[in-house]
């Protein structure tokens, strides 16, 4: 192993080994010798510009009975990514192709299904459920293929190099071990139960909830892994070094975190309800239920709020666990997003949105990029000038 890679582990080996040759600069025929420089993302968006925007989009999808909601995304998205500078260079949307349009008719007839399936019985259910598994791989490929294709940087598309087949078996190896626990379960709880129904009830429920809850994590690293393992620009291709050992810690840890959240708001409640009733006057006709019923809508508010603090945690940890560990030894990502800032956000947002009735919802959309976004550095070892040749190059001989 060489010094450099001894001092920076966590930038992975080169995927482009004649790197040299296609940028025709043989100070980049070694990594070590070229110097790594940081470039912040940039949010340049604002309230006034997007605002109208947003209210057009909400406007024509009522109007539409919601038909018009993906474009309107699509629009939304288009601003918000042009907006988005990456060492001078904006992320930029290009939207009205066939391919886009296929994507949003395939995403609508599978939330039909979805939908249309809770109301059928027997083969009729069977045979939806069975367009369902077809049609969700397919969605999920196309999507983060169409998605990047039709993002472009620096004057050049990125791409998606994941396939299909990837997509089916993130997809239907989860829903075949969980399928087995099921009926396995079934068959235990006909066996060990007969003649119980509370028992076999817990036979059958317990062992598909624990599976159920383990398989979150692979799922979700096996997601993060497709999503960002298999980008690409140019000829340089990212690389996703998260472990499952390392999602599952994120998920138990925010487990931890949201048992620590509800307990603190069942303390404050509880304290809250011993004050309220040793307010309460001697002889006051009002018993300890009525006061109770009386503090049920602070009840849900501290339950609501505390479920701010683990979604906080959650995204936070998520983004730099996810962003910092993409990237090769040429282009990598660092992000540094705060638990603190985001929990503040979220709370600023969720009750500005309240009290407004929504009106305030595209403000805290932009303020939510804002955050997220400024915590994210790109790190490189090529030159911003040499970006775009150096795409141009790597495309051709790609």
């Not at 809770?118 to 397919?138: E, F, K, T, W, Y």
């Amino acid at each position: 192993m060489s010094a450099h890679k001894a001092a920076h582990p966590e930038l992975g080996a080169p995927t482009v080994p004649s790197v040299s040759r296609l940028l025709h600069h043989p100070s980049h025929a070694h990594p070590s010798g070229a110097r790594v420089t940081r470039h912040k993302v940039v949010f340049t968006t604002s309230l006034r510009e997007y605002y109208p925007i947003w209210l057009r989009g909400l406007l024509l999808c009522v109007f539409t009975c919601g038909l018009y909601y993906p474009w309107a995304r699509a629009h939304r998205l288009r601003y918000l990514l042009g907006h988005t500078v990456i060492a001078g260079g904006s992320l930029i949307l290009h939207l009205g192709t066939p391919a886009m349009a296929r994507l949003r008719l395939m995403q609508t007839l599978l939330a039909g299904l979805a939908l249309g399936s809770v109301g059928l019985h027997g083969l009729s259910r069977l045979v939806a459920l069975a367009v369902l598994l077809v049609l969700l791989p397919v969605i999920l490929f196309l999507s983060q293929q169409t998605r990047l294709a039709h993002t472009s940087w620096q004057g050049h598309a990125l791409r998606f190099t994941g396939t299909l087949g990837q997509a089916a078996r993130l997809i239907w190896a989860p829903l075949g071990g969980l399928a087995t626990v099921a009926g396995l379960s079934l068959s235990a709880a006909r066996h060990w139960g007969a003649g119980h129904p509370r028992i076999a009830g817990m036979i059958a429920t317990i062992p598909v909830a624990v599976a159920l809850y383990a398989l979150l994590p692979y799922v979700w690293w096996r997601l993060r892994r497709y999503q960002q393992g298999h980008l690409a620009w140019g000829a340089l291709h990212a690389r996703f070094r998260v472990s499952p050992l390392a999602a599952g810690t994120l998920f138990v840890k925010t487990g931890l975190v949201a048992v620590a959240s509800m307990t603190l708001a069942s303390g404050l409640f509880l304290v809250l309800l011993l004050l309220a009733i040793s307010s309460l006057p001697a002889g006051s006709p009002m018993s300890t239920r009525q006061v109770y019923q009386g503090l049920w809508p602070a009840l849900a508010l501290f339950v609501g709020l505390s479920g701010l603090i683990p979604h906080a945690y959650f995204v936070s940890r998520a983004q730099n666990l996810v962003w910092t560990e993409t990237g090769n030894e040429w282009l990598r990502f660092k992000s540094a997003l705060g638990v603190k800032p985001l929990l503040a956000l979220s709370l600023k947002n969720t009750v500005l949105t309240a009290l407004t009735l929504g009106l305030y919802w595209p403000a805290a959309q932009l303020a939510w990029w804002q955050l997220r976004l400024s915590t994210v550095q790109v790190h490189t070892r090529l030159a911003p000038p040499q970006w775009q040749p150096a795409a141009e190059i790597m495309a051709k001989a790609a």
